[in-house]
């Protein structure tokens, strides 16, 4: 009787295991991807247009800017116009 390792040549290939397979899967935007994508428009974005992007309430949004964004190099800009805070974000640092 021979014993088979995990790595024999007979089992088969599964997706994990396949980098066509893997290439060809598309991937969605994060939460934090749409919320750049977001920063980075002319007018950038105020915090109910964030908060409806990614489904996050408010201290979450304000946080990840205060936080996550800023710690990966992103400046972030904020002005209040007519009454409003609009949130810009310029290139990373």
């Known amino acids: 009787m021979t014993s088979q390792t995990p790595n024999s ?3 088969k290939q599964g997706k994990a295991n396949n980098p066509a397979a893997c290439k060809a899967r ?8 749409r919320m750049i994508s977001h920063l980075r428009q002319k007018e950038g974005a105020t915090l109910d ?5 990614t489904g996050w309430q408010a201290h ?3 946080g990840a800017i205060a936080g996550t ?3 990966k190099g992103h400046a972030i800009t904020s002005e209040k116009i007519d ?3 609009r949130y810009r974000i310029g290139d990373p640092q």
């Open 9 to 11: 040549s007979n089992r």
């Open 26 to 33: 598309t991937t969605t935007p994060s939460k934090l991807d």
């Open 49 to 53: 247009e964030l908060c409806t992007a």
């Open 60 to 62: 979450s949004v304000r």
């Open 69 to 71: 964004l800023k710690k």
């Open 83 to 85: 009454g409003v805070r």
